[in-house]
């Protein structure tokens, strides 16, 4: 098995404070890896050093081979990033977002079109095809930007709380995308939707002021904390619990 | 490629705001004709249509870095920025994408205005061409300081910065509306140190034939032009580089 990514104590400093600390994991071709963790854990700042938005103060990763302090612009190749914020253009109709990135992304005008169509189809987005995208509602714009990320099939995902705001249905839309496009792309992504992480990810990683508290599938983290259920291991990994 | 998508996309993100289309063109129009009308019923030289067309043309283009300093700053607020931070697209592609297409608005909205006048009674030579394709060099100034207030600013600021302050700035220290040597003193002594006052009296001197009137003040605005530019480069660079 091929590993797509490789963290070597990755490590940020802000001043005084490290909000990422000496993390070291790696991911497979292929695989779908929830980053978990309470809100200020890291995994943002994680996630934009691994999309080579911010610069490591120590350590390094690779992506497919590709160094991220050293390479940037190759990374940015074998990536797609749906932020934890919503990030659309406003004054764009939502089809011209949807092919704005994917020429950005280098699809040819034909591509751009079909992969459009395809994405406005899976996401529901066929009603609202052609409104400017910031008459949206919130949850509408937040399913716009994730299919922003989606729709330039990269072998890397990173996916920053996918489903923050969305409502059930657009849940399952992006379940049911990601489960399609797990076979091709290696995808990270967070959520504080425990139950999700555990259905979709297949393997689960928790974090805790920066670091990397346990790896593991979710039985295996039930297991190594002794806990019932996913949620009281969770909870055991977040409160002091360790595996050393 | 990614710069022309870009560029569109630019294009398209100031031209569907209704605001923008007022004020990058229709308000130097009305300008335009209410300095002119104003001069037939008080003539005054310096409002004369062939001396106030080359003022009201420079001023018109200080909405362009207003323009630049919005899209740009907004941009960021909503991490759109930072989305295609994440992807392919170099300084370069961000650079021109941003503002090749406000000079090219530029030279349309400078296009547009010369038209107005001759509607009104400039007559039609060959200089004005000139005069036309000259407002590149302060449309570089105005864009890159948008380009520059956009990035380091909040939206906020910019578009107080690039709005009020720009847009004041290059209205009265540009010697359009009254003759800066009636004023004289440090007043005048700053006017002819910023660039605003020397793209106007280019832009006279070329539009009327005086082509060797437009010395030195085509080095001042060249000058203003390129660094500028460069700074503009810079800063958006470094900030692509955050932390
Ligand atoms: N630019 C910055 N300067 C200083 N501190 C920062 C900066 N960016 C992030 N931090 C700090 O880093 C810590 C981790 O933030 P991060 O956004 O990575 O958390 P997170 O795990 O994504 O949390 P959430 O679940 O709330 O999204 C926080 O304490 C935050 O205040
Ligand atoms: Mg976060």
Known sequence: MTIAIEVQSLTKKYDKKTVVDNVTFSINAGELFGLLGVNGAGKTTLIKMLSCLIKPSNGDAKLLGKNITQHPEQVHQLIAVSPQETAIAPNLTVRENLELMAGIQGLNKVNRKRKADEIIMRFSLKPYENQRSKTLSGGWQRRLSLAMALISEPQILFLDEPTLGLDILGRRELWSLIKKLKEKTTIILTTHYLEEAEALCDRIGIMKDGKMKAIGTAEELIKISKAATFEDAFVYFVTGGDIQ | ?243
């Open chain 2, 1 to 243: 490629m990614r710069i022309f998508l870009f560029a569109g996309r630019t294009t398209k993100e100031i031209v569907r705001d209704p605001l923008s289309i007022f004020f990058g063109l229709g308000f130097p129009i009305v300008l335009l004709l209410l300095l002119s009308a104003i001069n037939r019923s008080i003539p005054v030289t310096l409002f004369d249509i062939n001396e106030i067309t080359p003022g009201i043309a420079v001023f018109g283009l200080s909405f362009m870095g207003l323009f630049a300093a919005q899209v740009i700053s907004k941009d960021r607020e909503n991490s759109f920025l930072t989305r295609l931070f994440t992807t392919p697209m170099t300084s370069k592609d961000f650079i021109i994408g941003y503002s090749v297409p406000l000079l090219v608005m530029s030279i349309a909205q400078g296009i547009i205005c010369y038209i107005v006048a001759i509607l009104i009674g400039l007559s039609i030579t060959a200089s004005m061409i000139f005069s036309i394709l000259l407002l590149i060099l302060p449309s570089l100034i105005f864009v890159s300081i948008g380009l520059i207030c956009g990035s380091l600013l909040s939206e906020k600021a910019a578009v107080g910065i690039c709005g009020a302050l720009l847009t004041n700035l290059s209205a009265w220290l540009s010697g359009i509306w009254f003759d800066l040597d009636l004023v004289g003193g440090l007043f005048k002594d700053i006017a002819y140190l910023l660039p605003f006052v020397h793209a106007v009296a280019m832009g006279k001197a070329v539009l009327n034939g005086q082509y060797s009137a437009m010395f030195p003040h085509l080095w001042w605005v060249l000058g203003y032009a390129i660094i500028l530019t460069i700074l503009a480069i810079v800063i958006f660079r470094k900030k692509m580089q955050a932390d």
